[in-house]
């Protein structure tokens, strides 16, 4: 069995980001999978397809600014799960199969390489909106969270700071084009540096590898009325 999995957190996203994201991956992936969602508030899920896994409200993510991404350390607790798992964040638009990811380096924890590397191709920190590994193959990862979290959000600034960390070089990045970052690699043509709102031209243009877009920071999906969004994001 192979699983596709998110984490909703209300209120930042709204239900609707969770049905549009399984019904892009039903849409995108012609193996037979089972979807995931951990959140916080199971309650709110209606959809029998989805299968709900309840994650408690933690007073220290909760008390954090920013940091409701720390309930992805949830990922890696002992679930009731097997085969390879997919995670993908809510902010994510699927444009393209996705049958590949589950075939590349099947053995490996594979993981973004931080968009940051559009202008720095040795960048090493890992951007933990797509990801894919084995099911209970990294509960430690969740063991360290439970023991030590105050000084993990105190040490770092964003679970994908921990997970480059956890990792170290167990890991594969995803090759270049087939996870991109829109606002930065695709919009437009891609930024001539970043840093700027200078881009390279005035056409939203992807490559035939791209199978799935990132949006980090705004905007987001719904605020983005290009068509390669718009007849995907759905």
């Not at 996705?98 to 053995?107: G, P, V």
Request: glycine share 4%; net charge negative; hydrophobic share 35%.
């Amino acid at each position: 069995m192979i699983n596709v999995a998110c984490v909703w957190i209300p209120p930042k996203y709204d239900i609707d980001y969770v049905y549009k994201l399984k019904s892009s991956v039903d849409r995108n992936l012609s193996k037979e999978y089972k979807f995931h969602v951990l959140t916080t508030h199971p309650q709110l899920i209606t959809d029998s397809n989805i299968n709900v896994i309840p994650i408690p409200e933690d007073d220290k993510i909760e008390s954090h600014p920013r940091g409701k991404w720390w309930y992805k350390a949830y990922l890696f607790s002992k679930l009731n799960w097997q085969g390879r798992v997919l995670y993908l964040d809510l902010d994510t638009v699927i444009i393209n199969q996705l049958d590949k990811l589950f075939e590349y380096a099947t053995d490996k924890f594979v993981i973004c390489q931080d968009f940051n590397r559009h202008g720095n191709p040795n960048y090493t920190v890992c951007n933990s909106s797509v990801m894919c590994f084995n099911a209970n193959g990294h509960t430690e990862f969740f063991n360290e969270w439970e023991n030590d979290k105050d000084n993990i959000v105190r040490k770092h600034k964003g679970d994908q700071d921990w997970i480059t960390v956890l990792l170290g070089n167990d890991k594969v990045w995803w090759p270049y084009e087939w996870v991109m970052s829109f606002k930065w690699e695709v919009l437009n043509g891609g930024l001539v540096r970043l840093g700027t709102k200078e881009y390279k031209g005035t056409e939203t243009k992807v490559s035939q590898e791209t199978s799935i877009l990132v949006f980090h920071g705004k905007p987001n999906p719904n605020e983005v009325t290009d068509a390669i969004i718009v007849n995907n994001w759905k």
